[in-house]
């Protein structure tokens, strides 16, 4: 099986990467960069790195290459509130790989898991009294990504991650899963845990929602590493 990922040097797309990578049930990798990945890493046989110099610009010849695909992991995006990334780009690509799975595409569909948030709101005329521009950009992404696989129900299928406080390993030794424990799963996931649940939906999202809340992540997420573990 063979899973794509854009977003791959950030902090959740490099752990989705490294479950993706480590994952028995994946055999290829496909990771679309603008920056080369740490040696440790491209050194892997399961990965392929793809150079695009802009991500508003997705060539036929390249998405038709990996139309194969099962799945998309987009972990891309800024916190300020982008238009161009957080918006335009991953858009881009969901119509230039739909063109191309129109008339390329065989099987189930092809699924988009996009990294979103817990504070991200669709509603693009509700006041919001903190982070509003972030908040509904990606809010209308949620809402294009997710329309358009409404409309193409037969090629793609779109599931929006929306993770609260996201806790690393660093950051759970220094005291912080504390806090974690205290607000509790609807608030808080754990990195590794937001990766495997994003890994898994690229496998397979059999009985998983559109919209996926943090507390479902975490308990999916947590049954996945267990399940692991063993």
Not at 197 to 219: C, K, S, T
Request: aromatic share 6%; hydrophobic share 45%; proline share 4%.
């Amino acid at each position: 099986m063979k899973v794509l990922i854009v977003g791959a040097t950030g902090m959740v797309g490099g752990e989705a990467l490294i479950q993706c990578l480590a994952h028995p049930t994946i055999t290829k990798v496909v990771a679309f960069l603008r920056r080369d990945l740490p040696a440790e890493v491209s050194k892997n046989p399961k990965l392929e790195s793809v150079l695009i110099k802009d991500f508003a610009i997705w060539p036929e010849d390249v998405l038709l290459a990996h139309s194969d695909a099962a799945a998309m992991i987009w972990a891309m995006g800024t916190y300020k509130g982008s238009l161009t990334a957080d918006l335009e780009h991953p858009v881009t690509f969901i119509e230039s790989m739909g063109r191309v799975l129109d008339t390329k595409h065989s099987g189930a569909p092809f699924r988009f898991v996009n990294l979103g948030g817990k504070f991200v709101r669709q509603d693009q005329e509700k006041r919001l009294w903190f982070l509003e521009k972030p908040r509904k950009i990606k809010g209308l992404l949620e809402t294009k990504a997710l329309a358009f696989a409404e409309s193409h129900a037969s090629i793609w299928e779109t599931f929006i991650l929306k993770p609260g406080g996201i806790l690393t390993k660093k950051m759970a030794a220094s005291g912080g899963g504390v806090i974690g424990a205290i607000m509790g799963e609807n608030w808080i996931v754990r990195l590794e845990e937001l990766g495997a649940f994003m890994v898994q939906l690229a496998i397979n999202a059999e009985g998983e929602e559109p919209i996926i809340e943090n507390a479902r992540i975490v308990r999916r997420g947590r049954e996945l590493l267990e399940s692991d573990a063993k």
